[in-house]
């Protein structure tokens, strides 16, 4: 593939946040898109958003240009976990293990992911594939349920363990 046909001027191209979980990438006076080209116009934005994701800490100020009658733009939602997330999880698990002798310990926010600790008295006797497929099911909430419109089913582990949080079994929810 000759990728000088696909080069942008500098113009032409467009990165705005308007708010803090949205970014916004415009391409200006494109008039015949590739499909090739557009999917790696959307892998950019993605990559993009994970670095920036990463890096920012408050909002971009958005610049405002004239575009043409033909714009093409790519925004891709990010999804922050914080606070309200880890309080949603815990009130969620503690009441889930109030009673019997498995024990919501903790959550822990961390790489933008939400582990949740879960003490056990014993071992369960299986192996570790079995073991992640019962979290799995019977402990992640099912797909219906409404943390989901919160949190992606991915950024959520159940982790369980006997003696010390780092020997834990876990599975991730999605």
């Not at 080209?37 to 004239?66: D, H, Q, W």
């Not at 009673?99 to 192996?127: A, C, F, V």
Request: aromatic share 10%; hydrophobic share 35%; charged share 15%.
């Amino acid at each position: 593939m000759n990728y000088q046909n696909h080069k942008i001027a500098a113009s032409q191209v467009n990165l705005t946040m308007p708010n803090e979980s949205w970014i916004s990438l415009t391409f200006n006076g494109i008039k015949n898109v590739e499909k090739r080209f557009l999917l790696a116009a959307i892998s950019l934005a993605l990559l993009i958003c994970i670095v920036l994701s990463l890096m920012l800490t408050s909002n971009m100020p958005t610049n405002s240009t004239n575009s043409t009658n033909s714009t093409l733009k790519v925004a891709v939602q990010i999804n922050t976990l914080g606070n309200k997330h880890l309080k949603f999880v815990a009130e969620l698990l503690s009441g889930q293990f109030k009673y019997g002798s498995w024990r919501y310990i903790n959550s822990e926010l961390t790489d933008n992911k939400i582990k949740s600790y879960i003490q056990i008295p014993l071992k369960l006797q299986m192996e570790k594939d079995y073991q992640r497929n019962y979290i799995k099911k019977a402990l992640c909430p099912n797909n219906d349920h409404p943390l989901w419109k919160h949190i992606e089913q991915s950024q959520l582990e159940i982790h369980l363990y006997t003696g010390y949080k780092h020997n834990s079994v876990y599975a991730k929810c999605g």
